[in-house]
């Protein structure tokens, strides 16, 4: 199953792989993509690319068949590594991509235990890599339907993961309270219960098929002002399942566009397992501590790397498109390492720059460079204090406020003069 549980860094990297190999295509029909199932002994996945390879040496084109065996021959390699499939089971995607024009091939692999298990074992050798059964694990479950209304206007949204979506606004047209000349009072009210029957009916169509029909959300809030959501409710027109499944109802200033928002900053305590909420706790537990005179968050990354190194850090929040990568520059001759933290857009001066001065160690001028995300580093340099690290999506309004104090920050355990 599929929960918020599985770690952010996880997804962010499964999300990373698929963006990176989604538009790539092979010269030939030579892209390998594997899906291993839980049980499924690692011997028998390698025995089975054994005999395809034995299989590609038919292929007609030169270049094509390398392609394909050297594939192979790598994704055997990386299987060995493995005693067994791990609890979820290992997607594997392995082939020749180009990094500057035909014939620059050069033989990537990529692996990445998904967020739910495999269900059955799948080869495929062909033109491009087939990342869309990944893409569909990572499909939200838990989706929850908003439905906010009054009189004037009603708005559906849906909430999923770490983000929210108004799908469809309607306004009912029904004129405000004042009657026309010569109407009497009953008829003008039943003139009005007909229009307002008329459009609960409207708006319920729309809800049941876009919260059932297209989303099947597994449960719905209601709000709005007043008592058009209660009223709503009675007339029994919304899908049954849903009224089975209100989550909660609840009163908001707005209808409309502007409800379903309001209900998304009211719901928070009534979905605890929504991703969005953690992450907006999250940013607004940041703001707070950054706020205070001697709050226990920090921002920037140089800050940041300081406070790991001091084992100082909780937790590290960073958004999920923050464009910074790390250089390494590893001397050659006693591997003494200096590292540099750049935009990727300035990736050229920096390699440059760290590979410009001698090693300080031993004066040698000789370096292996290596590029990191900056996720990655974290990740890393996190779990060596005990740290966690968060990512939080940029699209949303707490990831803009994020992004507003450079897309990185921190709390830290205790606060240290001048950090
Ligand atoms: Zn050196």
Known sequence: MLSTK??????????????????????????????????????????????????????????????????????MQKLKLYRESPDNGLVMFCGALMTNGPGSEVIVLREVVPPKPVKSFLYQCDDHFHVEHLRDMLREEKVYGLLSIDANEAGVGILSGEAFD????????????TRKGGQSARRYERGREMELTYFYHRVADHANRILVDEYKCKGVIIGGPGFTKEDFMKTEFLNYELRKNVIATIDTAYSGREGVRELVEKSADKLQDVRLFEEKKLVQRFLAEVNKPNGLAVYGLPRILSAIEKSNVEAILVTDDVDVVRFTATCKNCQTVREKFVPISKKTQATQELTSEACANCGSKEFVVDEADLIDVLEEKALQVGAKVEVISSGTEEGAMLKSFGGVAAFVRYRVAGV
């Open 6 to 75: 599985v770690d952010s860094v996880r997804l962010y990297k499964i999300r990373k792989v698929i963006s990176e190999l989604s538009g790539k295509e092979g010269r030939g029909t030579e892209l390998v993509t594997l899906y291993i199932p839980p049980k499924k002994p690692i011997h028998e996945v390698i025995a089975y690319l054994r005999n395809e390879w034995g299989t590609a040496a038919n292929i007609k084109s030169d270049t094509t068949r390398n392609h394909v065996q050297d594939a192979l021959t790598k994704a």
């Open 166 to 177: 108004v799908v469809n606004v309607m306004t009912s047209g029904i004129s405000g309270k």
